[in-house]
């Protein structure tokens, strides 16, 4: 480059930025009278921040990857619907957007006003509390925003949070961020008493004693997940008092992720562990408008809990994401006044939904057995989770890499042959417990009809295989 006062040639640079085992390098190539000339500066720190540490790689990258690749593959892995969302719903989403120009604008940093009176009042209801819109409601970014906004409000460093696995996986990175350490107890299955072909979730239990000896005076959070993603058990009033014991027992808060509530099948109940008595005062409880009303894209979540502790989270949000989308809250809150006034009705969307999705799950139980999986019967929620083992013990030696679960070598197995994605479980459990479950794989099952008969057409030719 000339220098037009001077007509001497000056020099540039170019600054790139290199990772080597973890040490952040700048490498600024410097270019003078058309010569290079490199200078390396190594930084002496780490550049990401030490709570990151162990988060970084994320497993679901690969297979969701793996589903674009394969075109011609089911795709019933990643847990959304790809049926439409209620005509109310969008219809109201279509009067936010074309109506009151003032909705596109910021609204309270804490909720839409008219989305946190009627979360107030619905849940007060059910909760047993009266609930004030102001100071015991806080609408999130999702569910996802709402977990975050939580942990980072209460675990401190060195805090302990016990998980119990399987469990939603963005718990122990959250943890970690946080800079708090999971400590995990596993739900683990007992042999059916009735000798039934269809294994049920409601065998999947945890043994008290060693849940009681995960507690110490570090433990400040339990995180429960009722229906449980990714096993869809439905935590009974017993075991929830068991839990709610322990919590008060040691002074530990509960952050009870309850996104599938009104996704229960069968006769089973979902019952919140802040309607217990002693349990309000300690619990978070979180809800999500995607799961609730079949819009995961909308994004609008919330958490409900005593101001003491609220407080701590509106700290947060006020100072990270701020606000959540206008419209979307409008929405969302036209939905549940409607809902509010059918409630228990037959033409309530919250009866509708999961009579359509018992009948999904249904088909998918009886569609996998037809080729030797074993399904778990899920109580509640999207998914529906199965024994592989018949098939571990006829291919034991699926390519893969060096001490890879098993559950992992399969479904990439089955993708790339058989046309069907799933999600192995063991990205639900902690490391060291991962070989314990890797015989079990996720699929699932809230599919529009045409998308479960596909996976009939794979599953048909699979089974005409197996006759060869």
């Known amino acids: 480059m000339t220098d037009q006062g001077s007509g001497k040639k000056r020099g540039f640079a170019f600054v790139t930025f290199e990772d080597h085992d973890s040490v952040d390098k700048i490498v600024i190539q410097k270019y003078h009278a058309g010569n290079r000339h490199n200078c390396e500066l190594t930084m002496a720190r780490l550049l990401q921040a030490r709570r990151l540490e162990g988060t970084e790689h994320n497993p679901w990258v690969e297979y969701v990857n793996l589903a674009n690749e394969y075109k011609d593959a089911v795709n019933l892995g990643q847990g959304f619907p790809n049926f439409p969302p209620p005509d ?18 910021y609204t309270s940093a804490f909720g839409h006003p008219p989305l946190t009176k009627v979360l107030a ?12 819109p102001l100071t015991n409601v806080l609408v999130t970014v999702g569910a ?24 939603f996986d963005c718990y122990e990175p959250m943890t970690h961020m946080a800079g708090g350490h999971p400590v995990f107890v596993s739900l683990r299955p007992s042999p059916s008493q009735d000798h039934q072909d269809l294994d049920s979730c409601s065998n999947w239990q945890l043994d008290a004693t060693e849940l009681a000896s995960k507690f110490t005076p570090r433990t400040k959070a339990l995180v429960l997940n009722t229906p449980n993603n990714p096993l869809g058990k439905v935590f009974c009033k017993a075991e929830l008092e068991l839990v709610a014991s322990l919590c008060q027992q040691h002074d530990v808060l509960c952050i009870s992720d309850e996104v599938y509530q009104w996704l229960i099948y069968d006769t089973h109940q979902h019952v919140s562990i802040a309607s217990l008595p002693g349990m309000w005062e ?16 909308w994004k609008v979540g919330w958490v409900l809990g005593p101001d003491n502790i609220m407080k701590h989270l509106r700290t947060v949000h006020q100072n990270s994401v701020y606000h959540c989308p206008t419209q979307a809250q409008v929405a969302v809150a036209q939905c549940f006044e409607r809902e509010q006034l059918l409630f ?21 139980i009886h569609s996998l057995q037809s080729v030797g999986f074993k399904p778990v019967a899920s109580q509640g929620g999207y998914f529906l989770t199965v024994d592989i ?3 571990k013990s006829k291919m034991p030696d699926l390519p893969g890499a060096a001490h890879e679960p098993y559950d992992r070598c399969f479904v990439k197995w089955m993708i790339k042959n058989k046309g069907l994605v799933a999600i192995p479980v063991s990205f639900f459990y902690s490391g060291p417990h991962q070989k314990d479950f890797d015989h079990y794989i996720r699929f699932c099952f809230v599919k529009e009809e045409a998308t479960l008969r596909a996976m009939d057409e794979k599953l048909q030719k699979w089974k005409a295989k197996l006759k060869l």
């Open 389 to 391: 083992s018949n098939f």
């Open 144 to 167: 996802y925003g709402a977990l975050f906004t939580a942990f980072q409000a209460l675990v401190d460093e060195g805090d302990e949070v016990i998980i119990i696995e399987p469990f």
């Open 121 to 132: 009042s619905f849940f007060g209801k059910l909760l047993g509390q009266e609930l004030d």
């Open 88 to 105: 109310f719903a969008l219809e109201a989403f279509q009067q936010a957007v074309s109506g009151d120009h003032m909705l596109n604008q």
């Open 344 to 364: 228990g009705q037959p033409s309530s969307y919250f009866v509708q939904l999961p009579q359509a999705m018992q009948r999904c799950r249904n088909h998918m």
């Open 282 to 297: 300690r619990t978070l409880t979180i809800g999500s408008a995607g799961k609730t009303f079949s819009v995961t894209g």
